[in-house]
Each structure stands twice: as C-alpha cells, then as structure tokens.
C-alpha cells in the first residue's frame, strides 16, 4: 500500500520568502504524483501534477516541484511566496495500474505575513 | 465546461440518523470516487466506481456503502451517523477506473456533513 509523508505541518513565511514543502512517498512502484492545495472556504485544486518525463514540473501561481525517484520525493517550491499563497497544501500519489486511489498526505498549513 | 458537482453543500444531521450524498461527474467522465476530509487531514479514500460497479473500497465501516447510475452519477450513503463522521465529503471524477498515466482526477467542492 501506498503511504505520503508531508515534514511540516505548519509553516509561517514573510512575504518573498522562498518556500519548500517536504514530501515523501512509499511505495515499490510507479506512481503519480500530485500536489493539491485549498484555499480558505474552497475546495481542492490541483497545483501541479507529475506523471513521466522531466521530473522538475511548472504548476499554477509559480509553483514547481522536482520527482527525485532516488529518494521517494517531490517537494514542492516557490521562489517568491505572496499573502495570497495562505492555504493548506497536499502531496498526494496513486499507483499506476490498478485502480484508482488517491494517497494524500495529512497536509502543510501555510500562512504567509505580509 | 461544468467541473464535478456534489449536494449538498452543507448538511447537519443527528447521530443514528442516515444520511446520502449525491454527486455528478464532468461530462464523459466513467469514474467517480469518494473521499473524507476530517478536519486537520488530507482526504481519506472511501470508494471508487466504474460503470456502475465498485472497483476500490478504503478501510471504512459496512455504514458507508454508495453506488453508481447509468448516467455515471454517484451517491454516498452513510447509516447510523456517528460523531466522528463530521467531515467534508470529496468526490472526484475521471475518465477512466485506473491509475493509469494521465489518468487525473478532479475534485468537487464537497459536502460538509456535521453530525450533532
């Protein structure tokens, strides 16, 4: 079965602080990979996804993450975060093949201070 | 186009009472699944249904049960409401059944269920 394991639970930036999310997966196959996030009072949107190819992929707002299939990983970053990145973020895998489950992490509440 | 629908939006029931969720898909979407959202945790899987047939089930009680329609539509049924059922409900659709590549899902907004 397959597992996500999201480092911090809770992190507070300054604006233009740079931002990492740490994200780990475990599972023995190939999977999908995701990141989700949830604004205040909305629902879940898909920030960026990984599915083959170049394992550093562009998502929405400036977001990116980088696929280290060595490591299990696919942290999430952003150069320059801004008071309207406040939401919570989730990394989220499913396994290629069989059907279809979406694992997600128990999330990262970001809030960024102007 | 219309993303994935799901209602109601907000709902407040009582302990041992029943409770059904209902949720449309995007337009060619074959796929609908089921996910709790406790709050302070990321969506819990629940179930997955493909052409009326359920293909995955999450670790959930026999309370939960849901099923498919022709139209690909979808309802979640919850019986013998407990406290710890107060979450918001997740639906999610896609083309097709498995995690194949490109194979995404997209989100509803969910329903918020509070059981008093």
């Known amino acids: 079965a397959q597992s996500v394991s999201q480092h911090n639970h809770h992190v507070i930036l300054s604006e233009a602080a740079s931002l990492e999310l740490g994200c780990n997966y475990s599972?023995?196959?190939?999977?999908?990979l995701f990141w989700y996030v949830q604004y205040p009072g909305q629902h879940l949107q898909l920030l960026l996804k990984?599915?083959?190819?170049?394992?550093l992929v562009k998502g929405i707002k400036g977001f990116e993450a980088e696929f280290i299939k060595s490591k299990f990983s696919f942290n999430l970053r952003k150069p320059s975060v801004q008071w309207s990145d406040t939401a919570e973020y989730f990394c989220a895998v499913n396994a290629r093949g069989g059907y279809q489950k979406v694992t997600f992490g128990i999330g990262t509440k970001l809030q960024v201070i102007p | 186009d219309a993303g994935v629908t799901q209602s109601p939006t907000h709902l407040i029931k009582t302990r041992g009472q029943h409770v059904t969720l209902r949720c449309s898909p995007i337009?060619?979407?074959?796929?609908v699944s089921w996910y709790q959202q406790v709050l302070g945790q990321g969506p819990q899987f629940i179930f997955q249904?493909?052409?009326?047939?359920?293909?995955g089930r999450g670790n959930f009680p026999d309370r939960f049960s849901a099923r498919q329609f022709p139209n690909y539509s979808s309802e979640l049924n919850v019986n013998a409401l407990l406290l710890g059922d107060s979450a918001l409900y997740l639906c999610a659709s896609s083309w097709e059944a498995s995690g194949d590549l490109y194979n995404e899902q997209f989100f509803g907004p969910g329903t918020r269920l509070t059981v008093l």
């Open positions: 249904y493909y052409e009326k047939e359920e293909r």
């Open positions: 599972y023995g196959g190939t999977v999908n």
């Open positions: 990984y599915f083959s190819g170049d394992p």
């Open positions: 337009s060619g979407h074959k796929s």
